[in-house]
């Protein structure tokens, strides 16, 4: 049975995961799924892929800087994402670098990811969709600094298709996944990928370059002097299309990605413009995780319907909403205690019934199926707890003084 397990052509299983509208966003290199990526030996991708009438000059040319390295490109895949899948149980999701990686990710990957350099050559993309995997198409700026449109994007989807693939997962990444013209020479089996288990969180960010490299080498279990061989793409990747990405949604109904690169700050738009995933690049670093996690847990909560299919579905969107709700008590709490502070009347002595009658009032419109009478009890407790939180922080407050 092909791998490629496809339950609607809106959702998409990949291993244990299925990505599509109404059910929860998931973090590709975060918790829910890992993804390694095969870089290229001694050439970029797009150069093996597109020279003119040298195809076979080309993996000549690939298989000769990988027996250098120490075999086949065909070898080196084997190992880097057969060790993957040994350390990596969850889904693994293999980006390959060229034609020669792909009979290694039959084998061990539970999904293709093809880059922008692969979009527009649809030999390859037919080729990556008959390994029968589930295939996620990333648009963005190929290697020469050129845009994948949306045209070239979605026919490269049409290809898989014609080859009987409907496993697709559309991806926007808005710009390349390394910069324009670096060739990265590192080769693919020396990727260790202890990058598919978080990296350790040693604590806040550092500010310097050298901090920066070492933990991205961690993140790819690379020893920190090897970084100086792989091409840093943080600098280049620019910010997710998401009007682009919505757009694709509706022309094709097909599950949509933001690619984030190694920065979380935009988990948050990407989950309210309709992403079913964010794609973070395998050397994020752990807050770039966490907020991606976050945003997926939280802001999904508020915006993104639900259609739970099973119990274990309907408790795990049922924990999503319970953690939402608590980040909003706990800054109702905060803003009831500044509250205290400003009125002339404090505490229980100063509380205004009118103002909380419409209060639930207001929250009735929003919530009918409570409706008032079941909201009325449930703010009182809201509002009694911040008024003993309040006045407990003012006794401390007294006693320190």
């Known amino acids: 049975m092909s791998k490629a397990a496809q339950l609607d052509r809106d959702a998409v299983r990949i291993g244990d995961l299925v990505i599509g509208p109404g059910l929860p966003v998931v973090v590709i290199g975060g918790e829910d799924a890992r993804w390694l990526r095969l870089p290229a030996a001694g050439d970029s991708p797009e150069a093996r892929s ?27 895949a084997e190992r880097a994402v057969g060790e993957a899948r040994a350390r990596w149980a969850g889904p693994l999701l293999v980006e390959p670098s060229s034609a020669a990686d792909l009979p290694a990710v039959a084998r061990h990957a539970d999904a293709v990811v093809l ?38 994007w979605l026919a490269a989807a049409d290809h898989c298709a014609a080859e009987g693939n409907e496993a697709i997962v559309l991806c926007e990444s808005g710009g390349g996944t390394e ?9 693919p089996f020396q990727l260790s990928p202890s990058d598919l288990a978080p990296a350790p969180d040693s604590g806040p960010a550092s500010d310097s370059a050298s901090d920066s490299n070492s933990g991205a ?37 097909r599950p949509v990605l933001a690619a ?15 992403a079913d995933g964010l794609l973070l690049d395998p050397a994020a670093p752990p807050e770039a995780r966490a907020a991606a996690g976050e945003a997926a847990t939280l802001l999904a909560a508020l915006v993104r319907p639900q259609s739970p299919r099973t119990l274990t579905e309907a408790r795990g969107e049922i924990d999503r909403v319970d953690a939402a709700l608590a980040v909003l008590l706990e800054r109702r709490a905060l803003l009831a205690a500044r509250i205290q502070r400003l009125k002339p009347v404090g505490g229980f002595r100063g509380r205004d019934m009118e103002r909380e009658r419409r209060l639930v009032a207001g929250m009735a419109r929003r919530a009918p199926r409570l409706g008032v009478r079941r909201l009325a009890p449930i703010m009182n407790a809201v509002i009694e707890a911040g008024l003993h939180a309040a006045e407990e922080e003012r006794g401390r407050d007294r006693d320190r003084g």
Do not use: C, F, Y
């Open 179 to 187: 910069p324009a013209g670096t060739v990265s020479h590192l080769p």
């Open 217 to 253: 080498a961690l993140a790819l279990g690379l020893a920190p002097d090897s970084v100086a061989h792989a091409a840093p793409d943080s600098a280049l990747h620019s910010a997710p299309d998401l009007a682009l990405m919505r757009a694709a949604r509706e022309r094709t109904g």
């Open 50 to 76: 597109v020279r003119p009438a040298g195809k076979a000059v080309a993996e000549a040319a690939t298989e000769a800087d990988a027996e250098m390295a120490g075999g086949t490109a065909a070898e080196m």
């Open 115 to 152: 880059g922008p350099a692969w979009v527009r050559e649809p030999g390859l993309v037919r080729a990556a969709a008959r390994l029968g995997l589930p295939v996620i198409i990333q648009r963005g700026n190929d290697q020469r600094g050129r845009a994948v449109t949306l045209e070239e």
């Open 260 to 274: 984030l690169g190694r920065d979380g700050g935009l988990a948050g738009a990407a989950v309210a413009a309709g």
